[in-house]
T-cell receptor, first 114, second 114 residues
Framework: EAGVTQFPSHSVIEKGQTVTLRCDPI?????LYWYRRVMGKEIKFLLH????????ESGMPNNRFLAERTGGTYSTLKVQPAELEDSGVYFC????????????FGPGTRLTVT | GNSVTQMEGPVTLSEEAFLTINCTYT??????LFWYVQYPGEGLQLLLK?????DKGSNKGFEATYRKETTSFHLEKGSVQVSDSAVYFC?????????????FGTGTQLKVEL
């Protein structure tokens, strides 16, 4: 069974540009989460999808971040326009309907904004 | 709110040394506790978990006991190997009142040398 995959693995963009990160969860997992780790600090929750619906987006830092999960399969996280403080590692995780706290993580996307 | 505090790294040990990484938490409600590990170039992997007081989670020689009285979940291993070099994250999940998100500590980098 394939795990959670994320693309790209690394992205370097200039301040003001737009970047879109993609996450493919484990097949059949209804729950999809985005987290972020900035500059060696703690990993912080961004938002949670149940299928295509946003269940909790309390961790989204501001309106420059837009997450979507069309059709309840893969998800994208767009940052527009990117700022220097957005640099960090963005993790995606998924869990099944029953094993809701057993979250399986992807390898992360390292975003560098210069 | 919920928070996790873990010892700062990096921690450098010789092979076969004893490892302790301290983790304490505060939580609204009754949390489940986790240790995740991130090996170089890989995503976060669940290492072990405990869901109620006095439970001991164990995996790959690592152990952690859920201590409600001291709100702690310290990670231990009796004899570390070079292959244990990684970043270790303590995390909690609260089924009610905390949404469906994991709350992480800042991570502790472990380096094991020959």
């Amino acid at each position: 069974e394939a795990g959670v995959t994320q693309f790209p693995s690394h992205s370097v963009i200039e301040k003001g540009q737009t970047v879109t990160l993609r996450c493919d969860p484990i097949s059949g997992h209804d729950n999809l989460y985005w987290y972020r780790r900035v500059m060696g600090k703690e990993i912080k929750f961004l938002l949670h999808f149940v299928k295509e619906s946003k269940q909790d987006e309390s961790g989204m830092p501001n309106n420059r971040f837009l997450a979507e999960r069309t059709g309840g399969t893969y998800s994208t996280l767009k940052v527009q326009p990117a700022e220097l403080e957005d640099s960090g590692v963005y993790f995606c995780a998924s869990s099944s309907r029953t094993g809701i706290y057993e979250q399986y993580f992807g390898p992360g996307t390292r975003l560098t904004v210069t | 709110g919920n928070s996790v505090t873990q010892m700062e790294g990096p921690v450098t040990l010789s092979e076969e040394a004893f490892l302790t990484i301290n983790c304490t938490y505060t939580a609204t409600g009754y949390p489940s506790l986790f240790w995740y590990v991130q090996y170089p170039g890989e995503g976060l992997q669940l290492l072990l978990k405990a869901t109620k007081a006095d439970d001991k989670g164990s995996n790959k020689g690592f152990e952690a006991t859920y201590r409600k009285e001291t709100t702690s979940f310290h990670l231990e291993k009796g004899s570390v190997q070079v292959s244990d070099s990684a970043v270790y994250f303590c995390a909690l999940y609260v089924l009610t009142g905390g949404g469906n998100k994991l709350t992480f500590g800042t991570g502790t980098q472990l380096k094991v040398e020959l």
